[in-house]
């Protein structure tokens, strides 16, 4: 019996022991995570971005916790973020276009990054709040087109189809501007849009029956969805073009969404550390990198060229 009161005043000493150290443990920062959907480039900037910060903050001897919240679509976002300003978090990271707009809306006081958005100015009509800033996914569109171009010998008459989401404002800024440099060289664009994921299939297949290759600007709702689009262009022979390159792609020129992630970390982290002010901070982004998908070439008979 004495044994047993013994374990008994030892098992709630330990618990007691728990319990403070549990509530002695002290978090410096919160920090809220609106990500827009689950893919791989939001998911490897959402990845970044913890890494990053937590890297910086343990340097300064601080500590964050980061609440990572998928929304599902975009009229969740909303939902999501006023959630963190309740909570009143000290910062805000909106992954993709819908959840830096959300965020923007839902609060002029708490910082707010954006990373995955193509445009800023344009997203916020030429004037982006005080309170936001971040990174940008956005690569030279004509240096796209003319990769394009070069590795499938577009001609004039040739037609390349554009595929978006009519949700995603950034998707359409895209497609005007690759429209405007492949007529220039007299190909000829035609977009292919849908508002419901349920149209896709149908799309894309009247898509690939009527074009030599497929563009994909950076769109969220595409990329979450690709392997429909990479399925029925590959048994078509239609080569897949995207700017945030992905399985599909034949050849990309697209930015690192890991590294864009940790950049914007970064800058949380001098915001948070009182370093600089979001107003402090420019909109970044990445230099872009070549790369070839050399099974998906071999099965669309494109050769990659030796440089």
């Known amino acids: 019996m004495k044994k047993w009161i013994a374990l008994v005043l030892t098992m709630a000493l330990c618990l007691s022991f728990a319990a403070c150290t549990a509530s002695d443990t002290k978090v410096d920062f919160t920090v809220g995570v609106c990500q827009l959907m689950v893919h791989d480039s939001l998911d490897a900037a959402t990845e970044g971005f913890k890494e990053a910060l937590t890297e910086e903050l343990q340097k300064a001897g601080k500590t964050v916790a980061v609440d990572v919240q998928v929304a599902g679509e975009t009229n969740l976002c909303g939902t999501v973020v006023k959630t963190f300003v309740s909570k009143q978090v000290n910062l805000i990271m909106a992954n993709a276009t819908p959840a830096l707009l959300a965020a923007a809306n839902a609060t002029a006081t708490i910082p707010v990054l954006g990373t995955s958005v193509t445009d800023y100015a344009d997203t916020f009509a030429g004037s982006i709040p005080a ?177």
């Open 131 to 307: 309170n936001v800033s971040g990174t940008s996914d956005a690569v030279p569109f004509n240096e796209q087109a003319q990769m394009m171009i070069d590795t499938l010998d577009l001609t004039a008459g040739d037609k390349v189809g554009v595929l978006y989401c009519i949700d995603e404002s950034n998707s359409k800024l895209q497609y005007e501007a690759v429209k405007a440099l492949f007529e220039d060289k007299g190909i000829v664009v035609e977009a292919y849009t849908f508002s419901e994921v349920t149209e896709l299939q149908a799309l894309v297949t009247s898509m690939a029956d009527s074009c030599k290759a497929v563009y994909v600007p950076s769109d969220n709702t595409v990329a979450n969805n690709d392997s429909i689009v990479g399925t029925i262009c590959t048994e078509k022979n239609v080569p897949v073009y995207t700017s945030y390159g992905g399985k599909i792609c034949y050849a990309s020129l697209a930015i690192d969404y890991k590294e864009l992630g940790r950049q914007t970390g970064k800058m949380a982290a001098q915001v948070l550390l009182g370093e600089k002010t979001v107003a402090d901070l420019e909109i970044m982004t990445l230099t872009p990198a070549v790369s070839y998908n050399e099974e998906l070439c071999g099965k669309l008979g494109i050769t990659v060229p030796q440089n």
